[in-house]
Antibody, heavy 123, light 108 residues
Framework: QVELMQSGGGVVQPGRSLRLSCAAS????????MHWVRQAPGKGLEWVAG????????YYADSVKGRFTISRDNSKNTLFLQMNSLRAEDTAMYYC????????????????WGQGTLVTVSS | DIVVTQSPAILSVSPGERVTLSCRTS??????FAWYQKKSGQAPRLLIY???TRAPGIPARFSGSGSGTEFTLTITSLQSEDVAVYYC??????????FGQGTKVEIK
């Protein structure tokens, strides 16, 4: 079965960096697009970043562009989110999610989700 | 960006009653529309994609309808395990992928 196991969250001071990981199993990771989605405390879902199956294209929400980088290591079945220059407003539960599109040069909806990892930005 | 407006914000319903949730998009997204269920402390779960197709394992009491700019999620007979926040999402025009603000479904 599809599993997305997340790690790397924690408490970090404003301006510092953090890297999230999402280890995939139960499917051909290298064949699927992937995303990061977050939920700030008491708020709704916000898409953060997405990438094609081969990492050839990467997309970012305006709120994180220039500070966050999505990447993937298809040899290790792992998705990453490098978060730099963190701000208090980045405090949220972060989820990785699999895109439904397999081996396509476009992206769709999110069919499987990781368990989430909490990032708290506070001095 | 496509704006997705969800209503109502909160629904309080008795067990066994019919529940109707609505979403509207700022531009037509054809059928590129999904619904997710988010229970407290859990990850979101895909319910509906393509506006009306149930995801694998989703009970038949959940159904989606609509196209263009107006979409509806219906729960025909509310069960206690359906208490959650429901989010809609468009995936026609991206980036960004955009979600509605959520509808909280409670048991009356």
């Amino acid at each position: 079965q599809v599993e997305l196991m997340q790690s790397g969250g924690g408490v970090v001071q404003p301006g510092r960096s953090l890297r999230l990981s999402c280890a995939a199993s139960g499917f051909s990771f290298r064949s699927y697009g992937m995303h990061w989605v977050r939920q700030a405390p008491g708020k709704g879902l916000e898409w953060v970043a997405g990438t094609f199956y081969d990492g050839s294209y990467k997309y970012y929400a305006d709120s994180v562009k220039g500070r966050f980088t999505i990447s993937r290591d298809n040899s290790k079945n792992t998705l990453f989110l490098q978060m730099n220059s963190l701000r208090a407003e980045d405090t949220a539960m972060y989820y990785c999610a699999r895109d439904d599109q397999e081996m396509r040069n476009w992206l769709g909806f999110f069919d499987y989700w990781g368990q989430g990892t909490l990032v708290t930005v506070s001095s | 960006d496509i704006v997705v407006t969800q209503s109502p914000a909160i629904l309080s319903v008795s067990p066994g009653e019919r529940v109707t949730l609505s979403c509207r998009t700022s531009e037509s997204v054809a059928g590129a529309f999904a619904w997710y269920q988010k229970k407290s402390g859990q990850a979101p779960r895909l319910l509906i994609y393509g506006a009306f197709t149930r995801a694998p394992g989703i009970p038949a009491r959940f159904s989606g309808s609509g196209s263009g700019t107006e979409f509806t999620l219906t729960i025909t007979s509310l069960q206690s395990e359906d208490v959650a926040v429901y989010y809609c999402q468009q995936y026609s025009y991206w980036p960004p992928w955009t979600f509605g603000q959520g509808t909280k479904v409670e048991i009356k």
